[in-house]
C-alpha cells in the first residue's frame, strides 16, 4: 500500500484543506503516515504570510526530501502561490500544486509516479472566480469542526500578501456547506466554526446571500449546537446583522473582531478601512445585544512609521475596548507588499518592547474576562481529558470560548456541559464545578 504524510504550515484554512486532501487519498487506497514518518509522497502545504513563514515552508520540503529521497515532494499551497519562479528553481520539489488545484492532487502524485515528470500546477489565481470544491467529512479536531465557506480577499491591506496568493473573494455554495456540515453532525460534530480568507464578504459574489443568511440555514441542521466565527471585519457588524444573530441560538458570543491597531493614522497606513472609533461602535453594540460577549483580536505592533505615540494610542485603546484575549504580532516585513517599502521601519528592540507590553496587557485583560464571568453558567463543550498532580480534568471550551477544566472521573468526551468557575487557574485552563 503506498502512503502519504502531511505537513501543515499557516491558517485553520490550510487544516481544512489538508484535511480534505487526506481524505482523497485515503480513497485512493493510500495510508497515511506521520510526517515524522517514512513515506512514499510527501505533502507540504505551505504558507506565506510572512517572510519567516515562507522559510520554513522551504525548511519542511527540505526535510521531507533527506527522509526519503526516493519519495514524491509535493509542495502546495499560498507559497507556492506567492513565490512560483523561487519554487520552481528548487530541485527538491517534485510536484507543484497552486491554490484552487488541491483536489486533483491525487492525480497529479499518480501521473508523476507514472511518468516522473516534474510539473508545474498553477493558474493564474487573481483571475479566477470558481470556488474550487474540497470536502470533509471527519476533521483532525474531536468535537470542532473548521468549516471553509469562502476563499479569497479584496481588501489589499498594505502588509498582506494572501490575496495575491489566494485570488479574489470566491465563495462556496450554500448547499454544498450545509451538505458537509449536515454530514459532520450526523458523525457526532456538535460545534462548527465558520473559517475562510475574508469570510466577512461571503457571498457578496453572488449578490443574493449573505454570511447572516448563510447561519440561519446552518442553524437548521439537526445535531449542530453552537456556531462560531473564525475571524469578523468590524464593517459587518450592523444592527440589523446583531439582530438576526440573537435569534440564533447555536451562535457563541464570541467575536474575532480583526483590529490590527488602535490608532487612526497607523490604520490609514495599514489600509483598513475603519478607524478606532468604528471599532468601539461595532464592539458596543454588540454588548448592547449580547450577554458579556467576548471579544478576541490581532494586533501588530511595529508597523512603518508607528510612533511611540501611536503605539500609546493603541495600548489606550485596547484597554478600553477591553479585550478576552490578543494575539500580539511584531510586523515583519513581506517582500511584495506596500509595507514593506514605506519609510521609517521601526527597529526590532522597540517591536520586542512594545510587544511585551501589549502581552502583559492582554493576560490582565484575559483574568478581568474571566472574572467578569465567574458568577455566569457556562456551557463547556468537553474536549479531552488531562491529568494535574494526579486528578483528572476534562478541559473544553465555553461558548465563551474560556478554557476550562471541569474535574470529574467520568467520560465527558463531546458533551455540553453547564458548570460555573470557582476562580481557581490550574495549567491553562480555570476550573469550572459542574451544575446539576
Request: charge should be negative; proline fraction near 3%; include cysteine.
Amino acid at each position: 500500500m503506498k502512503s502519504v504524510a502531511f505537513c501543515t504550515l499557516g491558517c485553520k484554512v490550510n487544516q481544512y484543506e489538508t484535511d480534505a486532501m487526506e481524505e482523497l487519498f485515503q480513497k485512493s487506497g493510500y495510508a497515511i503516515r506521520d510526517f515524522h514518518e517514512a513515506a512514499d509522497v510527501y505533502v507540504i502545504n505551505t504558507c506565506t504570510v510572512t517572510n519567516m513563514a515562507d522559510r520554513k515552508s522551504r525548511q519542511m520540503l527540505h526535510r521531507a526530501r533527506k527522509k526519503n529521497p526516493d519519495a514524491v515532494i509535493v509542495a502546495a499551497g499560498c507559497y507556492v502561490q506567492a513565490s512560483a519562479e523561487t519554487i520552481e528553481a528548487d530541485t527538491a520539489i517534485d510536484l507543484i500544486v497552486g491554490n484552487n488545484r488541491k483536489g486533483q492532487i491525487v492525480d497529479m502524485v499518480e501521473e508523476f509516479m507514472e511518468r516522473h515528470n516534474r510539473a508545474v500546477n498553477l493558474i493564474d489565481i487573481n483571475h479566477t472566480s470558481d470556488y474550487e470544491t474540497l470536502g470533509i467529512t471527519r476533521v483532525s479536531e474531536h468535537t470542532r469542526a473548521y468549516i471553509k465557506i469562502q476563499d479569497g480577499c479584496n481588501q489589499f491591506c498594505s502588509y498582506c500578501i494572501i490575496p495575491y496568493a489566494r485570488g479574489r473573494v470566491r465563495s462556496r455554495k450554500a448547499e454544498e456547506i450545509i451538505a458537509e456540515v449536515s454530514g459532520l453532525a450526523a458523525a457526532g460534530y456538535k460545534e462548527i466554526v465558520l473559517t475562510g480568507i475574508h469570510i466577512s464578504s461571503y457571498g457578496t459574489d453572488f449578490g443574493n446571500i449573505g454570511l447572516a443568511d448563510l447561519v440561519e440555514r446552518l442553524a437548521a441542521v439537526k445535531g449542530i449546537e453552537r456556531i462560531r466565527f473564525g475571524s469578523l471585519e468590524p464593517g459587518i457588524v450592523t444592527e440589523e446583522f446583531v439582530r438576526r444573530l440573537t435569534r440564533i441560538p447555536q451562535i457563541c458570543p464570541h467575536f474575532h473582531l480583526s483590529l490590527q491597531s488602535g490608532c487612526g493614522e497607523t490604520l490609514k497606513r495599514m489600509n483598513r478601512h475603519y478607524t478606532p472609533e468604528d471599532y468601539k461602535q461595532r464592539c458596543e453594540l454588540l454588548r448592547k445585544y449580547f450577554d458579556r460577549p467576548a471579544f478576541t483580536t490581532d494586533v501588530i505592533v511595529g508597523f512603518p512609521g508607528e510612533t511611540d505615540e501611536e503605539f500609546e494610542a493603541t495600548e489606550k485603546f485596547l484597554e478600553e475596548i477591553h479585550f478576552a484575549e490578543m494575539h500580539v504580532f511584531k510586523y515583519s516585513p513581506r517582500k511584495g507588499t506596500r509595507a514593506a517599502k514605506m519609510p521609517d521601519q521601526v527597529n526590532e528592540t522597540v517591536k520586542t518592547q512594545r510587544s511585551a507590553r501589549l502581552l502583559a496587557l492582554g493576560e490582565k485583560m484575559s483574568e478581568d474576562y474571566r472574572k467578569l464571568c465567574e458568577k455566569k453558567v457556562l456551557e463547556v463543550l468537553a474536549e479531552e481529558p488531562v491529568s494535574v498532580d494526579g486528578e483528572t480534568f476534562w478541559t473544553g471550551h465555553s461558548r465563551e470560548y474560556i478554557k476550562c477544566g471541569i474535574p470529574s472521573d467520568k467520560i465527558l468526551s463531546n458533551q455540553v456541559v453547564r458548570c460555573q468557575m470557582t476562580g481557581t487557574k490550574r495549567e491553562d485552563f480555570v476550573i469550572c464545578e459542574i451544575i446539576d
